[in-house]
T-cell receptor, first 110, second 116 residues
Framework: RKEVEQDPGPFNVPEGATVAFNCTYS??????FFWYRQDCRKEPKLLMS???SGNEDGRFTAQLNRASQYISLLIRDSKLSDSATYLC???????????FGQGTILTVHP | GAVVSQHPSRVICKSGTSVKIECRSL??????MFWYRQFPKKSLMLMAT?????????EQGVEKDKFLINHASLTLSTLTVTSAHPEDSSFYIC????????????FGQGTRLTVV
């Protein structure tokens, strides 16, 4: 089983749609969780951290379920500029390494 | 602006030569940096963890003599691809986690290496 698993997609949605990405992780001792966004041929950039209580940043909502070892990202009112690969990232303690999911490709079309 | 700077962004070299890639944390001290490799349409694969003042920790399957890592200061780690071959062509990215910013990982801009 992969340490961090995502549905690779691709997801093709129209502008204005709501889209949800899911991610599962295998290490129950994981302590930090993030969603990163990567544009083609660029480095990943942090989209948002994920907290146990769930958190929202504008059109983006992230949720964490530790019991099920499951993370989600919801994007509302999709924009063309949301087209990218979304990476689920899980980390251990302190300066521990981050483990990346394989990424989910999102394409938002007019 | 960038908090982790990676250089060069692109390099083309001949087979058999060595290439050095630098990764600098610009506004925080990074005792640990990470080096990743990414193939087209694939996710990032951790190659090694670079530890300031000590030996790097390599992931399984990564040749330490092939990919030399030096972390001589709290703001600089270097990755040297030795005796490069075409199969080493890839996108290499470094990152560092900042404990003052919720342990977020910041990434360098990446280096696209092409070995001809």
């Amino acid at each position: 089983r992969k340490e961090v698993e995502q549905d690779p997609g691709p997801f093709n949605v129209p502008e204005g749609a709501t889209v949800a990405f899911n991610c599962t992780y295998s290490n129950s001792a994981s302590q930090s969780f993030f969603w990163y966004r990567q544009d083609c041929r660029k480095e990943p950039k942090l989209l948002m951290s994920v907290y146990s209580s769930g958190n929202e940043d504008g059109r983006f909502t992230a949720q964490l379920n530790r019991a099920s070892q499951y993370i989600s990202l919801l994007i509302r009112d999709s924009k063309l500029s949301d087209s990218a690969t979304y990476l689920c990232v899980v980390g251990g303690t302190s300066y521990g390494k981050l483990t990346f999911g394989q990424g989910t490709i999102l394409t938002v079309h007019p | 602006g960038a908090v982790v700077s990676q250089h060069p962004s692109r390099v083309i070299c001949k087979s058999g030569t060595s290439v050095k890639i630098e990764c600098r944390s610009l506004d925080f001290q990074a005792t640990t940096m990470f080096w990743y490799r990414q193939f087209p349409k694939k996710s990032l694969m951790l190659m090694a963890t670079s530890n300031e003042g000590s030996k790097a920790t390599y992931e399984q399957g990564v040749e330490k003599d092939k990919f030399l890592i030096n972390h001589a200061s709290l703001t600089l780690s270097t990755l040297t691809v030795t005796s490069a071959h075409p199969e080493d062509s890839s996108f290499y990215i470094c990152s560092a986690r900042d404990r003052d910013r919720e342990l977020r990982a910041f990434f360098g801009q990446g280096t696209r290496l092409t070995v001809v």
